[in-house]
Structures are given as C-alpha cells and as structure tokens.
C-alpha cells in the first residue's frame, strides 16, 4: 500500500516531468571544472538504473527555515555545486520521503555524495570517504563507474516552476524527514556527515 501511495503522489506531483517541460537537462559541459579557491565543490551523484533511479531526486541546502532547491537528478545523472565552506545540512527529496546529511566542506576542495536508493524511502545521502574500506569510499571499485557513466545535469526554470508549485508537500516531506533524523545515534549521523578530511582529487 505505501508503494502504491507513492505512486499516486508522483502522479499528483509530476515529478518525472514531461517531454514538453523537463525539470532536468543534459549540461552543455561535461567536464567538471575544478573546485573554484573560495568555495567546496559537491558532486551529487545517482548511479542507480533500478527503481531508485525512475524517479527525480531534488537536493536541497537546508538553512534555517528555507532552503536552496540545488538540482534534481534522475538515473545516471550528477549534479555539481559550488558551495560556501563550512557547515551546511544538506537534503534529498523523493516523492513523500526526505534523508538528510551534515557537512562541513573547505574551500578549494572537492567532495562526492552518493544518492542511496532505499526500498520505500526514497534516496538517501551518502558521504563518499577519500580513504577506507566502507562501500562508500574512493577505493570502492564502483566510484569510478558512478562517475564514468553519470552525466552532468542541471535543472531547468520548469523544475524551479515545479518547486514553487509543491513547496508545500516537500515542506512536509522535509518535516517527516527531520523527525527521522532526530532519532538516529550519533554514530548513525556520524556515518551520515560529509568531513573536511572527505576531499577527493578525482
């Protein structure tokens, strides 16, 4: 039955957009320039081509009580963002489900987030480590086919019309979201936070 809500939500929502209006679009530039002195550079990255990657992902910049609408991503896409360093809380959207991630990025240096599909809760965020041996680091031999077969994307002025459209229903998405998040560990948020150390010169 939560499936089947789901699917009813993103009918509602037009999510996946439409030929006429694409929320996303091919980047007319898919080299990805290098990390400008003054900001982090964040790669958002969706190598999914399963169910997790049929529907758009937005990835928002939580600050306060707003938040900047980054980009969307859909199957075998990625997204970069220039952002100011230090902290920031970062937040994916996928239909009625939201998932969270701390960071605290340097200037002149570039990071990799991985979009995690998980059954029934949408895609979640996940810090990729520059050293180690977790699933989720550089030395995972998937990191290079994520970044190999994803093409740069950006959204389109119809996504930023979709958002002000539904700025309501992912406020509550958002809200359930955050409740989940309260009642993780520390460990678990730990596991959740892009470092400074996270850097990657890839």
Same mark, same amino acid.
């Given at each position: 039955?939560?499936?089947?809500r789901?699917?009813?939500v993103?009918a509602?929502f037009?999510?996946?957009?439409?030929?006429?209006?694409p929320?996303?679009?091919?980047s007319t530039?898919q080299?990805?320039?290098p990390p400008?002195?003054?900001k982090?550079?964040?790669?958002?990255l969706n190598?999914?081509?399963?169910?997790?990657?049929?529907?758009?992902?937005?990835?928002?910049?939580?600050k306060n009580s707003d938040k900047d609408?980054?980009?969307?991503?859909?199957s075998?896409?990625?997204?970069v963002?220039?952002v100011?360093?230090?902290?920031h809380?970062f937040m994916?959207?996928?239909?009625?489900?939201?998932?969270?991630?701390?960071?605290?990025?340097?200037?002149?240096?570039?990071?990799?987030?991985?979009? &995690?599909f998980?059954?029934? &809760?949408?895609?979640?965020? &996940?810090?990729i &480590?520059?050293?180690?041996?977790?699933?989720?680091?550089?030395?995972?031999?998937?990191?290079?086919?994520w970044?190999?077969?994803?093409?740069f994307v950006?959204k389109t002025?119809?996504a930023d019309?979709w958002?002000?459209?539904?700025?309501?229903?992912?406020?509550?998405a958002?809200?359930?979201g955050?409740?989940d998040?309260?009642?993780?560990?520390?460990?678990?948020?730990?596991?959740?936070?892009?470092?400074?150390?996270?850097?990657?010169e890839k």
């Open positions: 039955m939560k499936v089947i789901a699917l009813v993103v509602m037009g999510i996946a957009g439409c030929a006429s209006a929320l996303v679009v091919d530039d080299a990805l320039a400008p002195a003054n982090a550079q964040i790669v958002f190598p999914s081509n399963s169910i997790g990657g049929a529907f758009l992902t937005g990835v928002y910049d939580v609408f980054l980009g969307m991503l859909g075998k896409m990625k997204v963002q220039n100011e360093p230090g902290k809380l994916a959207h996928t239909v009625a489900y939201s998932h969270f991630m701390d960071a605290d990025v340097e200037a002149g240096k570039r990071y990799y987030v991985l979009l &995690r998980i059954y029934g &809760r949408g895609l979640q965020l &996940r810090p &480590r520059s050293s180690g041996s977790s699933e989720f680091s550089v030395n995972n031999p998937k990191f290079e086919e970044r190999n077969e994803s093409k950006v002025p119809d019309a958002y002000a459209k539904y700025k309501s229903a992912v406020d509550d958002q809200t359930k955050w409740a998040w309260q009642q993780k560990t520390p460990e678990q948020k730990a596991e959740l936070t892009l470092n400074k150390e996270d850097h990657i």
